[in-house]
């Protein structure tokens, strides 16, 4: 049976986010959870969490945002298991870089 990307899309949406000590839980609609630990996000390791909890479902399940420190992810590319840039730390080496140009 093939499948279409639409259906691949679907099948990465989340029902619902939770949070542990060391991990957040993907509750995936088809019933798989997937546990990412925060080593993965860079922006979520420095977040309390209290700013982690406030995690927003968008895109019918297919994105998350964090608004209190400015984080989008896609539920694919967590299931992908696609490395995380981390923005926060690359801004700071761009700005480095031009001062001491």
């Given at each position: 049976?093939?499948?279409?990307?639409?259906?691949k899309?679907?099948?990465?949406?989340?029902?619902?986010?939770?949070?542990?000590?060391?991990?957040?839980?993907?509750?995936?609609?088809?019933?798989?959870?997937?546990?990412?630990?925060?080593?993965?996000?860079?922006?979520?390791?420095?977040a309390?969490?209290?700013?982690?909890?406030?995690?927003?479902?968008?895109?019918?399940?297919?994105?998350?945002?964090?608004?209190?420190?400015?984080?989008?992810?896609?539920?694919?590319?967590?299931?992908?298991g696609?490395?995380?840039?981390?923005?926060?730390?690359?801004?700071?080496?761009?700005?480095?870089?031009k001062?001491?140009?």
């Amino acid at each position: 049976m093939n499948t279409t990307a639409e259906e691949k899309i679907h099948n990465c949406a989340v029902t619902e986010v939770t949070f542990e000590a060391d991990y957040f839980s993907l509750h995936l609609i088809d019933g798989r959870v997937l546990l990412i630990p925060y080593d993965l996000v860079p922006s979520l390791v420095r977040a309390t969490p209290k700013q982690r909890k406030k995690c927003q479902i968008g895109g019918m399940g297919t994105s998350l945002h964090w608004p209190d420190i400015d984080e989008d992810l896609t539920v694919e590319g967590l299931v992908l298991g696609r490395r995380i840039i981390d923005w926060q730390k690359n801004t700071q080496r761009v700005r480095k870089t031009k001062h001491s140009t």
